[in-house]
């Protein structure tokens, strides 16, 4: 382009000298009277003139063609190219203008690039699942915690019709009735997932300055565990309410027997007293048991519980020995097979009672003449101790629920061993509290083995 335009000039004032010239070659040669050294001087002088002016037609011509660069460089981005000063007073301004528009861009552009990166930034940070739809249905925008709340894979959603992306039917209709409303919409959705997830879910449309509408915005929530805990609190209210109301319905009504003249009558005094005290000591074993987790739960964690280094072979001794006589009195034989110089950090108290639970509730669950043996061995940073019994098992529905408060697999059976359905739950929180965990791992048939991990002194 710049070649053609320099040519075009050129042609352009060649075909002036020519006009120049030759009508002082038809004065020369019509009019013998003008003077021919005038004529020749007009001539030289008209050349002059035109050969300057195409002169300063071709500089003219260079410096738009640096302002012709720059031009080019901005329309593709590069806006730190300089614009360079035109010496000509008319392409002064143009220069000047050029520059400082790009310098505004490049200003603008930056704070642009910065707003968008600290959008990128927050969404990445968000619990919060968070997509927008373009008013076509389009996705326009999806963050990581949208991806893994809704199952989204990476890089194919953007640009997609969002009922292609999202396999879910709840979420799908919910979309459409939010992108179809004016008005914020939530709902709760469950996901069959493994494992189930509840999901809160919000959508609302996006608004523009002059009141239209460019979209919707949906906001997901995980409120697995809030639900979880929800249906936890209630099941404890419920068990709470169902274990207390035997033992005390049974202390009133004795109570009530005995005050209505059945204390007069020695045998039955002796009976109903018996049983009283039977369900008092019940209610007093529940309350302990609700105290003892009410105090895990609010010791936290390691650093409110006091620790310290300890055998493992001796905190697994001292529960088999208290122990003991109940495994005697259904002639269970308790056995341990532990590796020498482990040790692990931990309050010895609770964890002997953690120890006990879950040796008692072997002992409980296991026929006569059975056995319950102990083991522990390092496992990585921890030391993992196994209770084994040869009871009955566990069905499987029931090993991810063993360590709620009162729950029971056979709530006869329990109530009539004396149990109060705190036991498990007691041993996780002080594993917790340790920074361990605990497991089961049972059959039908062919007994159980509760681990209780715990640390090891390094």
């Known amino acids: 382009m710049r070649e053609t335009t320099s040519s075009h000039l050129a042609g352009r004032f060649a075909a ?38 195409c002169f300063i037609a071709w500089g003219i011509e260079s410096n738009l063609e640096q302002v012709e660069d720059a031009i080019e460089q901005f329309s593709v981005g590069v806006l730190d190219t300089s614009t360079p000063i035109l010496q000509e007073p008319h392409l002064t301004a143009l220069s000047e203008g050029l520059s400082e528009m790009a310098q505004q861009l490049r200003s603008r552009l930056e704070s642009l690039s910065h707003l968008s990166s600290e959008q990128d930034a927050i969404l990445r940070s968000m619990t919060e699942g968070v997509v927008t739809i373009d008013s076509e249905g389009r996705i326009r925008r999806v963050n990581e915690a949208a991806r893994d709340l809704l199952g989204v894979s990476k890089g194919v959603a953007e ?3 969002f009922s292609d992306v999202l396999s879910n039917t709840e979420v799908q209709n919910f979309i459409f009735n939010a992108t179809a409303s004016m008005l914020p919409q939530t709902g709760t959705i469950s996901l069959a997932s493994e494992p189930e997830r509840v999901l809160d879910i919000y959508g609302s449309p996006l608004f523009q300055q002059d009141g239209s509408t460019s979209g919707t915005l949906i906001v997901v929530r995980d409120m697995t565990r809030v639900h979880k805990l929800e249906n936890v609190r209630r099941d404890f209210v419920a068990n709470v309410s169902h274990e207390l109301r035997t ?15 059945a204390m007069h009558e020695p045998e039955m005094l002796r009976k109903f007293v018996a049983i009283i005290a039977k369900h008092a000591e019940r209610l007093h074993a529940i309350f302990n048991d609700l105290l003892t987790l009410a105090r895990l739960e609010a010791g936290g964690d390691t650093e409110q519980v006091e620790v310290g280094s300890h055998s493992i072979t001796h905190l697994v001794s001292e529960a088999l020995e208290a122990c003991s006589s109940k495994a005697a009195s259904k002639q269970i034989d308790l056995s341990k097979d532990i590796a020498d110089n482990i040790n ?4 010895p108290s609770l964890v002997q009672q953690a120890l006990v639970n879950l040796i008692d509730n072997a002992i409980k ?7 319950v043996s102990v083991t522990a061995e390092r496992a990585g940073d921890f030391v993992r101790c196994d209770i084994t019994d040869t009871g009955p098992g566990i069905e499987a529905l029931h090993l991810t629920r063993l360590f709620e408060r009162f729950y029971r697999v ?7 061993m004396g149990g109060t359905g705190l036991g498990l739950a007691i041993v996780k ?8 965990r605990v497991e089961v791992q049972s059959e039908i048939g062919k ?6 991990f715990l640390r090891a002194l390094k």
Do not use: M
């Not at 020369?28 to 300057?52: C, D, H, K, Y």
């Not at 033992?247 to 003249?261: H, M, Q, V, Y």
């Not at 929180?429 to 361990?436: E, R, S």
């Open 16 to 53: 002036l000298i020519v006009l120049a010239i030759v009508p002082f070659g038809f004065a020369l040669g019509l009019n013998q009277s003008v003077p021919r050294s005038f004529i020749v001087l007009s001539g030289a002088s008209l050349l002059i003139a035109l050969v300057g002016g």
């Open 159 to 161: 640009g997609r019709q």
């Open 247 to 261: 033992p005390i319905t049974s202390i009133k009504g004795f109570a009530e027997t005995l005050l209505e003249g």
């Open 344 to 347: 692990v950090v931990v309050n």
């Open 365 to 371: 669950y296991s026929d006569s003449g059975a056995q």
């Open 410 to 416: 056979d709530h006869g059976r329990s109530r009539q």
């Open 429 to 436: 929180h002080i594993a917790q509290v340790h920074g361990g």
């Open 447 to 452: 007994g159980s083995v509760f681990s209780i």
